[in-house]
């Protein structure tokens, strides 16, 4: 080690207050009185460690003196890119210094000198109601804090136009302390009120307050400098006491514990700091390296030590450094150097070697580290790549991506249905997750057989509804329709996912002979208490599939109680019996069951479940081959190609009898029971608005008949029509482009698409999920075979699919899949888009940004734009290569809510000055007709 004292550096015989390395490690910064003014100056680091660059006078030793400040300057600190310098001074004024073209000079003994760089203040941040003596930048610079004797701290933005974030209130006395933890999710802050506050960085709201270590603490000192360690799990702070003793103690963060303390200073410890970089070396017992952390201790009594954590005794004290206390500390970024300063105006500098201190942990080692610590490395570089790793610099971030990140689950953003079956492992995009719902229906073609007038035999495809039918909801009450989010944190919910982490996070393997911060390096501090999600939820229905279990072949003796969408069928060679359940209502077809001398008739029959009484019954002259019923009618498909339509509780025609030219295959209600349709033999698609007496649609499906035989035929409450065939293929008819749109087919984007974001464990219900019930419906009659590998060609194809998706919804008018389909847009923009496409689909949903503008186009399907930003940006903030892009949309996102409000409340108070005004006229003019009278 070498001690070394240069008399040059010096402010006219003032005090330093404060002292800086750059982080190039070529210069450094102090900061304090001047002749008149505070001062700052911009000193050359290579003259010190260098005598012969010392004695060299090509060699400046000043390279820019500022002397700007009002008065004395308390504090320097150099952003850790190095590109700007901060200053607070008793000034009550902060300022951000950076280098800039030109030259400038100062005034001297010798008239103006010219200094080698010129710095000027680009921002002077103005706040404090006091002296600013303590400043700390945040990780990445985003953030500096400042802390003044007006008791608080403040949080300025320092980017673009700066601006002033939020005031830290509570500290009873001047805060003298302030320093930024290295991951950012936390500041904590020192007091002369005895008291360390630990301030949570994501709502700026005080986390702990320590209060223990210093309630002994007697008088005061100038500034109370403290320290967060590299690795983020210890703060140490100044001027504490234990046994009557001046100690720096030992703040764990793993619930801010206060056993531990450094000792051995005769008086109060001023100022405390940790070297930047984690540090390492080999054990004399084996080859396995021991980790750990180095710090710096300056005091009142003029002495400083350094301190290993990894030792249980100082590596060095130097006793009467100064003549004065030491009031600031500060390690060069990659040389093993210690600059110190002190009240007499003198700066020290201690160098060491790698052996002394120990070799520095390598980027990928720190990396490796901090991943298991914290699940994100901690490279620093504000100039990465988007695809490298780096560590968090907006701190409410931190929680999200301590977790695994992993794709939106449909079964987490989706209502659960009621299930009691065991959990189902599939591969979701390569990965492998765990969804506790039940197993997938299957499509079920249950085939009708009916006989014709001349003996032939017909056969219809029949197939069982999903959940339509059933006018029951197939969700826990618990979750309605009124109670679901598509947010982000659900995705994250799973219990399997949180024994993954912890799994992971015991998975770490500490070398011998690590002691003390080693122990605890590879303790992960994440924990969940989060319960494992039950899978035994009770069902109160069967499923379609339990449906179709039990259907068998019996007459009926009365009104028995099936189960909902149950379909009954019996008979012999010659008549046939079928029988359908809807809400409290029962209808039983018996083809051929009455013979005239005409001919067979079919008889109709509805029972009322409840009463348990017949309502009414009437006779058909053609055999049913299809029918089906709402709450509303009864629709009733004849051989002959007629189609009647009944009220179920009287049986009175609601439309005329119609009439096509082939017989109804497949018909259907909508949910709501106002529409109803069919589709016929010959391809034609007819709906009808029952209570209007009008056609809805018309269209012919001959484009999409090649695709083999109709197996489902569904129209949703929006008058959507969806047609699914027995080969798979699957389509929606849109009427206002009069053609149909392709939900499944042999496509291989689609049929990746379906198979690589959608669980084969999706529960469907195709009242709330139309496209995606009738897609998976479709994916169950083709073979599934999910390809792991993520090629390029995949990336892409998922993509298109996604915003084919996005356009079906809105098509379909599908709120519910709007969300969940923008949601895995963000999603896979996050993990394989460019910033170029991440931004178009930030600045589509950002909506209308100025008063005047339509409100129609701030929404889609009735959902607000932003809610589908906030929706997307949750999701991006999941992945730290897209921070800035999120903090940036963010802010926006915010600015636009704030000025929507305030324009509301102003809206407001205009309509309410409206009402007064028009209501003091009114009573002017009940005034003058009341003397009239009188």
């Known amino acids: 080690m070498k001690l070394l004292k240069p008399s040059w550096v010096h402010h006219d015989d003032k005090p330093i207050f404060s002292v800086d390395v750059h ?23 290579l003259p010190v460690l260098s005598e012969k660059a010392e004695m060299d006078s090509t060699v400046p030793k000043i390279l820019c003196q500022m002397d700007n400040h009002l008065a004395c300057v308390n504090c320097v600190r150099w952003s850790q890119n190095g590109l700007m310098l901060a200053s607070g001074s008793d000034d009550k004024l902060v300022m951000i210094w950076k280098m800039s073209k030109g030259s400038s000079g100062v005034f001297g003994s010798g008239g103006i000198t010219k200094n080698p760089e010129t710095w000027k203040c680009i921002s002077t941040l103005r706040g404090h109601a006091g002296d600013v003596l303590d400043l700390a930048w945040s990780p990445q610079d985003r953030w500096l804090a400042s802390c003044s004797v007006d008791n608080t701290i403040i949080i300025w933005d320092v980017h673009a136009l700066p601006s002033m974030i939020t005031v830290l209130k509570g500290h009873t006395g001047l805060v003298k302390g302030i320093a930024w933890d290295p991951v950012g999710k936390f500041v904590a802050s020192q007091s002369d009120d005895r008291s360390v506050r630990i301030w949570r960085t994501s709502d700026w709201t005080c986390s702990n307050i320590i209060t223990e270590p210093f309630e002994e603490c007697g008088g005061t000192t100038h500034i109370l400098r403290l320290s967060w360690s590299p690795d983020g799990q210890y703060l140490v702070s100044a001027h504490a006491m234990n046994g009557g003793g001046p100690t720096a103690q030992i703040i764990e963060r793993e619930g801010w514990k206060c056993d531990k303390d450094f000792v051995g200073h005769r008086k109060a410890v001023t100022c405390v700091r940790f070297h930047n970089s984690i540090l390492k070396r080999q054990t004399q017992k084996s080859n396995k390296s ?12 003029r ?26 500390l500060s390690w060069g970024p990659d040389k093993y150097i210690l600059l110190a300063c002190s009240g007499d105006g003198s700066v020290a500098c201690l160098q060491f070697t790698d052996k002394e201190l120990g070799t520095q942990l390598s980027e990928e080692d720190k990396n490796a580290l901090y991943q298991r610590m914290y699940g994100k490395s901690a490279t620093l570089d504000v100039h990465a790549s988007p695809g490298r790793d780096m560590i968090i610099e907006n701190a409410e971030l931190l929680n999200i991506t301590q977790e695994k990140l992993k794709p939106p689950s449909v079964s987490n953003t989706m209502p659960h249905p009621k299930t009691s079956q065991p959990s189902l492992n599939s591969h979701f995009n390569g990965e492998q997750t765990t969804f506790s719902v039940s197993t997938p229906v299957k499509a079920i073609s249950k085939q009708i057989e009916t006989r014709t007038a001349d003996g032939k035999r017909r056969i219809t495809p029949m197939f069982i509804p999903l959940h339509q039918d059933t006018g029951e909801s197939t969700e826990p009450p618990e979750l309605n329709s009124t109670s679901r989010n598509f947010n982000s944190e659900r995705i994250e919910e799973s219990a399997d996912h949180v024994a993954e982490v912890i799994t992971n996070s015991s998975k770490t393997i500490t070398p011998e002979g690590q002691a003390h911060l080693d122990n605890r390096l590879t303790k992960a501090p994440y924990t969940s208490s989060a319960p494992a999600r039950s899978s035994a939820i009770s069902r109160s229905q069967p499923s379609s599939s339990q449906n179709a279990q039990n259907i068998t072949e019996r007459k009926p003796t009365g009104p028995t109680r099936l189960n909902v969408g149950q379909t009954v069928k019996s008979g012999g060679a010659s008549s046939s019996e079928y029988v359908k359940q809807v809400s409290d209502f029962r209808v039983h077809v018996h083809n051929g069951n009455v013979t005239t001398t005409l001919g067979p008739l079919s008889k109709v029959t509805c029972w009322a479940l409840g009463a348990n009484e017949k309502l009414w019954e009437t006779l058909i002259g053609s055999p049913i081959v299809n029918f089906s019923l709402c709450a509303k009618y009864v629709l009733l498909c004849s051989q002959d190609g007629t189609i009647r339509f009944l009220h179920i509780r009287t049986g009175i025609n609601a439309l005329p009898i119609l009439h096509l030219a082939t017989a109804a295959t497949q018909c259907a209600f909508c949910p709501l029971g106002v529409l109803g349709g069919v589709i016929s033999e010959c391809g034609q698609l007819r709906v009808w608005n029952i209570e209007k007496q009008a056609i809805y649609i018309t269209s012919s499906c001959a484009d999409i008949f090649k695709s083999g035989q109709v197996v489902q035929f569904t129209i949703t409450e929006n008058g959507i029509p969806f047609v699914l065939f027995s080969n798979g293929s699957s389509y929606s008819y849109s ?11 042999k496509d291989p984007v689609i049929r990746h698409g379906l198979q690589s974001t959608i669980p084969k464990d999706f529960q469907r219900n195709i009242r709330t999920y139309p496209i995606m019930s009738i897609q998976t419906a479709s994916n169950s009659f083709g073979t599934n075979v999910v390809d792991l590998n993520t090629s390029q060609w995949q990336i892409s194809a998922k993509l298109s699919f996604i915003e084919n998706q996005i356009k079906l919804a809105e098509a379909v008018k599908s709120p519910e899949e709007l969300k969940y389909w923008y949601l895995m847009l963000g999603y896979h923009l996050a993990k394989h888009g460019t910033e170029k496409r991440i931004r178009l689909l930030l600045d589509d949903l950002l909506g209308p940004t100025y008063c005047g503008e339509s409100a129609d186009k701030s929404k889609i399907l009735n959902v607000e734009k932003r809610t589908l930003l906030e929706t997307v940006l949750n999701i991006i903030k999941l992945h730290p290569q897209w921070q800035r892009v999120y903090m940036e949309y963010s802010e926006q996102l915010n600015f636009i809510t704030a000025i929507s409000k305030r324009s509301s409340i102003s809206n407001d108070m205009e309509s309410n000055r409206f009402n007064a005004c028009s209501l003091r006229e009114h009573n002017f003019g009940f005034g003058i007709v009341s003397s009239a009278v009188r």
């Not at 490690?25 to 001062?39: E, I, V």
């Not at 400083?304 to 600031?328: C, E, G, K, N, Y």
């Open 290 to 301: 021991q980790q750990y952390c180095c710090l710096a201790v300056g005091s009142r009594d």
């Open 23 to 45: 982080q190039g490690g070529l210069k450094f910064a102090t900061g304090g009185q001047g002749n008149d003014s505070g001062r700052v100056v911009i000193w050359n680091l």
């Open 303 to 328: 002495s400083l030590s350094v301190w290993m954590t990894a030792l249980q005794r100082p590596l060095v004290v130097i006793h009467d450094l100064f003549q004065d206390s030491v009031l600031d």
């Open 735 to 745: 009427k206002g482009m009069e053609c149909w749109m392709v939900l499944n087919s």
